[in-house]
């Protein structure tokens, strides 16, 4: 199926994959059961019944134990690369919010220097304009830090 775009999906996605991956075990587990225990009483009982006009009861529940014991390892394999895929989806919409919020700081962030750009008219407003620029530095270090750290 397709693969979710938003997070809330991708997260509901997993939990519902979960689900019926688990329902699925323990159906199999269950029909497992049934037919080891159906092999046991054949076994116990020493009847041989046939099952079609090339296998006996048998040997035809031990091909189909067999057959659903593959397929079980399958749809294992398949959840596990629905579920990396599903991963993805919940990292790729994380770093999506997350960009968004740096180009949205950017983005005021260039409002406010446009705003606020002056030139002093005296040493004072010079050094208070220095103090600011200091502070704003800073400030520009740690979203850097931080969308360094987004990016990986």
């Known amino acids: ?22 329902h699925i075990q323990s159906a199999t587990f269950n029909v497992v059961q049934r037919g080891q225990d159906l092999l046991q009483l054949f076994e116990s009982s020493g009847i041989s019944l046939m099952a079609d006009s090339q296998y ?7 091909v189909l134990l067999e057959y659903l014991q ?7 394999d398949l959840a596990t690369i629905r579920r990396i895929k599903l991963e993805q989806c919940v990292q790729l919409a994380t ?47 740690k979203t850097h830090s931080s969308a360094v750290h987004v990016r990986q």
């Open 1 to 22: 199926g397709e693969l979710p775009r938003e997070l809330n999906e991708a997260e509901r996605g997993m939990r519902g994959l979960d689900e019926q991956l688990n």
């Open 95 to 141: 770093f999506q919010t997350d960009a968004t919020q740096v180009m949205r700081w950017i983005q005021n962030t260039e409002a406010m220097l446009m705003a606020s750009f002056t030139i002093p008219g005296c040493l004072q407003e010079a050094e208070q304009l220095k103090k600011e620029h200091e502070q704003f530095q800073v400030a520009i270090e």
């Open 70 to 76: 593959e397929r079980a390892v399958d749809m294992e």
């Open 56 to 62: 006996n009861g048998e040997t035809r529940v031990q």
